[in-house]
């Protein structure tokens, strides 16, 4: 089976500097975050070798608490996509959900049409002053991916499958089909079996699977998520065509040896379930990914369980990616980078949160070891993975950790 193919999201601007060549294979930009930021994303992007692609996001018009600026306005960034992804329709999105403005299939395929029109021009469309212009590379994606909504019932079914066709015929070949499944449809299994069906097959080379709101706990340890979204995976990849997960994490991750090829996930650390509904700012929360248990913890209770390790126990059985050792190398205890943090006035309460030396330090940390776990799933069956990650969190004396460990071993297919 071909390594899992590996993509780092972008969301925002501060994550362009953790992009590196060998630490991922692609990466994906937010097409709300490259019209904000156009300039800046090409710049980073003719400095790079890797391969990108754009997500449409057109489902973000269809919760329109995603453009609202807050003010009852729509963000410019939006204004500017909506208008891109509207030309020719004679419709405006943003302000009001676009299931309710689009009134015809003709207007759909339009948008359809103009979205990855919109993914293949628009960075070879930004200027430079640079002098060696032959020099930098045409900034063409990798792939093509079709707009979709988030699939609340039948009707979107047919939606998606329309602008998939309409998405490959106005480029003339084959494009990414998003399948966006809400909780709800994915435990049904009626709807669920609507919902693959509906996915087209010709015009299509990808498949790209999200579950909204289902975070990795509910996913471990809810037997029937994990048994539905593999059912997913399997269905989609019997046909062939690269089936990979939109925000996966380390439980998905697993599902390579089910046929899953490619993940994607973004640099935030916490696990909230990656809900399509727009959920506001937030104060980041004091929790360190530990990759010997394979989830967040707290950082009082990460600082517990790892600063009584010596270097050599703490790089075998606490974390081994390249940041902590070269810490420890250093003379420094990484600990006391990661763990750094400091309080501030939310409200009229006081919260503590991380230092900015303490996120940067974390969100290195965390793509180094989300690259290490690819590799590990790339290399093994999904059960040896576990069987050592189980053995790590036992020597860490993680009962409730191996338990949760091996009920997702459990929930595999047996093949993994």
């Given at each position: 089976?071909?390594?899992?193919?590996?993509?780092?999201?972008?969301?925002?601007?501060?994550?362009?500097?953790?992009?590196?060549?060998?630490?991922?294979?692609e990466?994906?930009?937010?097409?709300?975050?490259?019209?904000?930021?156009?300039?800046?994303?090409?710049?980073?992007?003719?400095r790079?070798?890797?391969?990108?692609?754009?997500?449409?996001?057109?489902?973000?018009?269809?919760?329109?608490?995603?453009?609202?600026?807050?003010?009852?306005?729509?963000?410019?960034?939006?204004?500017?996509?909506?208008?891109?992804?509207?030309?020719?329709?004679?419709?405006?999105?943003?302000?009001?959900?676009?299931?309710?403005?689009?009134?015809?299939?003709?207007?759909?395929?339009?948008?359809?049409?103009?979205?990855?029109?919109?993914?293949?021009?628009r960075?070879?469309?930004?200027?430079?002053?640079?002098?060696?212009l032959?020099?930098?590379?045409?900034?063409?994606?990798?792939?093509l991916?079709?707009?979709?909504?988030?699939?609340?019932?039948?009707?979107?079914?047919?939606?998606?499958?329309?602008?998939?066709?309409?998405?490959?015929?106005?480029?003339?070949?084959?494009?990414?089909?998003?399948?966006?499944?809400?909780?709800?449809?994915?435990?049904?299994?009626?709807?669920?079996?609507?919902?693959?069906?509906?996915?087209?097959?010709?015009?299509?080379?990808?498949?790209?699977?999200?579950?909204?709101?289902?975070?990795?706990?509910?996913?471990?340890?809810?037997?029937?998520?994990?048994?539905?979204?593999?059912?997913?995976?399997?269905?989609?990849?019997?046909r062939?065509?690269?089936?990979?997960?939109?925000?996966?994490?380390?439980?998905?991750?697993?599902?390579?040896?089910?046929?899953?090829?490619?993940?994607?996930?973004?640099?935030?650390?916490?696990?909230?379930?990656?809900?399509?509904?727009?959920?506001?700012?937030?104060?980041?929360?004091?929790?360190?990914?530990?990759?010997?248990?394979r989830?967040?913890?707290?950082?009082?209770?990460?600082?517990?369980?790892?600063?009584?390790?010596?270097?050599?126990?703490?790089?075998?059985?606490?974390?081994?990616?390249?940041?902590?050792?070269?810490?420890?190398?250093?003379?420094?205890?990484?600990?006391?980078?990661?763990?750094?943090?400091?309080?501030?006035?939310?409200?009229?309460?006081?919260?503590?949160?991380?230092?900015?030396?303490?996120?940067?330090?974390?969100?290195?940390?965390?793509?180094?070891?989300r690259?290490?776990?690819?590799?590990?799933?790339?290399?093994?069956?999904?059960?040896?993975?576990?069987?050592?990650?189980?053995?790590?969190?036992?020597?860490?004396n993680?009962?409730?950790?191996?338990?949760?460990?091996?009920?997702?071993?459990?929930?595999?297919?047996?093949?993994?």
């Amino acid at each position: 089976m071909a390594p899992l193919h590996h993509i780092v999201r972008i969301r925002q601007p501060d994550d362009f500097q953790y992009i590196r060549a060998g630490l991922m294979d692609e990466i994906v930009v937010n097409a709300n975050q490259l019209e904000n930021s156009v300039q800046s994303t090409a710049a980073v992007l003719w400095r790079s070798t890797l391969q990108f692609s754009v997500d449409p996001v057109l489902w973000r018009f269809q919760l329109p608490a995603w453009s609202d600026n807050g003010k009852g306005d729509v963000k410019r960034n939006y204004k500017r996509l909506g208008a891109a992804y509207a030309r020719g329709t004679g419709l405006t999105l943003g302000p009001t959900p676009m299931v309710d403005v689009v009134a015809t299939d003709e207007q759909w395929r339009m948008i359809a049409r103009n979205a990855v029109t919109y993914q293949r021009d628009r960075l070879l469309s930004v200027p430079t002053q640079l002098e060696l212009l032959d020099d930098l590379r045409e900034l063409r994606p990798s792939r093509l991916v079709a707009p979709a909504l988030v699939a609340f019932s039948e009707n979107e079914d047919r939606l998606n499958r329309l602008m998939v066709e309409a998405s490959a015929e106005a480029v003339g070949q084959a494009v990414g089909a998003q399948v966006i499944i809400p909780v709800e449809r994915l435990l049904d299994r009626a709807q669920l079996d609507a919902t693959l069906a509906a996915a087209p097959s010709d015009g299509v080379n990808a498949y790209l699977i999200w579950t909204p709101k289902i975070t990795e706990e509910r996913l471990i340890v809810g037997d029937t998520m994990l048994s539905a979204l593999i059912y997913a995976v399997t269905t989609l990849a019997e046909r062939g065509i690269a089936v990979g997960h939109q925000y996966a994490n380390y439980a998905i991750f697993t599902l390579h040896s089910a046929g899953l090829a490619a993940v994607t996930h973004h640099l935030g650390w916490t696990d909230h379930g990656e809900p399509a509904e727009e959920q506001g700012p937030r104060t980041r929360s004091c929790q360190l990914y530990v990759p010997g248990v394979r989830h967040c913890l707290k950082f009082p209770e990460a600082n517990i369980l790892g600063r009584s390790l010596s270097p050599e126990d703490y790089v075998e059985h606490f974390c081994d990616c390249a940041f902590c050792a070269g810490a420890f190398q250093d003379g420094l205890h990484p600990l006391d980078i990661l763990l750094g943090m400091h309080s501030v006035a939310v409200g009229d309460h006081v919260r503590w949160t991380p230092t900015s030396q303490a996120v940067g330090a974390n969100t290195w940390h965390f793509l180094l070891n989300r690259r290490l776990e690819v590799d590990a799933f790339s290399r093994s069956p999904a059960s040896d993975v576990l069987a050592r990650d189980i053995e790590r969190a036992a020597s860490l004396n993680r009962l409730g950790d191996v338990n949760r460990l091996e009920h997702l071993a459990n929930g595999l297919p047996a093949a993994s």
